[in-house]
């Protein structure tokens, strides 16, 4: 997929924590601002104006359009987000309106997990297949599904949620996540994967049993889907020397081995991800 190198787009990753945008002119960004995002609120509307001012600070006349990733559910028409995940007050925001009104340039707004697996598909690891499914190991498990080159236009914007499937009494993304070491193993994952660096058993042990729950996500990808290729992102995966070799390993018993042969298992090598898959938004477009 070729892209466009005029035009410059901003990308905005927002979150619980921070939020993010960068200004992107073909496949390089070239200005990025950011800002925590506010914990205390004490409305939707002090969100928006901090949201606002960061887009503001990588904002120059070369921008044509502005793409959005969020942690929720959304009416990827309308641009109307729900209940996001740790942003007070944010249970139904017509943030396209809204942006659109104050930059006067389109907006188009998606899950962030779209958003990696499109980032991928336009900039990174999925340019050369037109199916597979981009997983980000973070905090949780989020999806995005490509067919034949494009995002998967489902109903709901919940294709791709592997991480909420009951899984061993509680959900997938209970184990498969950042969330895995504290939710088992009493540790934070920061600690974790310093203990496992330094050749730690049990830290070490704790990312061999990771590798046996990612290979499980696989299993239900590839039952569900049958991709090409998964890529891999997230925090997660900087470690995932540390689980590839389990994951391989119990990927061995899958009921269908030719599945499992053909697939590419890939990970994210993109910097900034986050800026860069929420400005693909723009460039599918």
């Not at 921070?18 to 409305?43: C, E, F, H, W, Y």
């Not at 991480?163 to 959900?171: A, K, L, N």
């Amino acid at each position: 997929m070729s892209v466009e190198k005029k035009n410059a787009y901003i990308g905005v990753d927002l979150g619980g924590t921070n939020m993010r945008a960068g200004r992107i002119v073909g496949d390089r960004l070239v200005a990025q601002g950011s800002a925590p995002t506010p914990k205390d609120a004490a409305d939707c509307e002090e969100t928006l104006e901090a949201l606002i001012e960061v887009i503001r600070s990588v904002w120059d006349e070369s921008v044509v359009a502005i793409g959005i990733g969020v942690p929720s559910v959304v009416d990827r028409e309308k641009g109307i987000v729900y209940n996001v995940v740790n942003i007070p007050h944010w249970e139904e925001v017509h943030l396209k309106e809204i942006l659109e009104a104050c930059f006067s340039v389109p907006v188009y707004v998606d899950n962030d997990a779209n958003c990696f697996a499109l980032g991928e598909r336009i900039f990174g690891e999925g340019k050369t297949v037109d199916n597979f499914v981009g997983l980000t190991l973070g905090t949780g498990l989020g999806g995005g599904i490509i067919q034949n080159g494009k995002l998967l236009a489902d109903a709901n914007c919940g294709s791709g949620e592997f991480g909420m499937i009951p899984y061993q009494g509680h959900i997938l993304e209970y184990f498969c996540s950042g969330s895995y070491f504290m939710n088992v193993w009493g540790v934070d994952g920061k600690e974790m994967y310093t203990r496992a660096m330094r050749k730690d058993e049990q830290a070490l042990e704790a990312y061999r049993q990771l590798g046996v729950h990612v290979a499980a996500a696989i299993k239900i990808v590839v039952l569900t889907v049958d991709p090409e290729m998964i890529v891999f992102g997230g925090s997660v995966t900087a470690a995932h020397e540390l689980f590839e070799e389990s994951m391989y390993e119990d990927l061995k018993d899958f009921a269908y081995p030719n599945s499992i042969k053909n697939l590419k298992i890939r990970f994210s090598k993109l910097e900034n991800p986050g800026l860069f898959g929420a400005a693909s938004l723009c460039y599918d477009k």
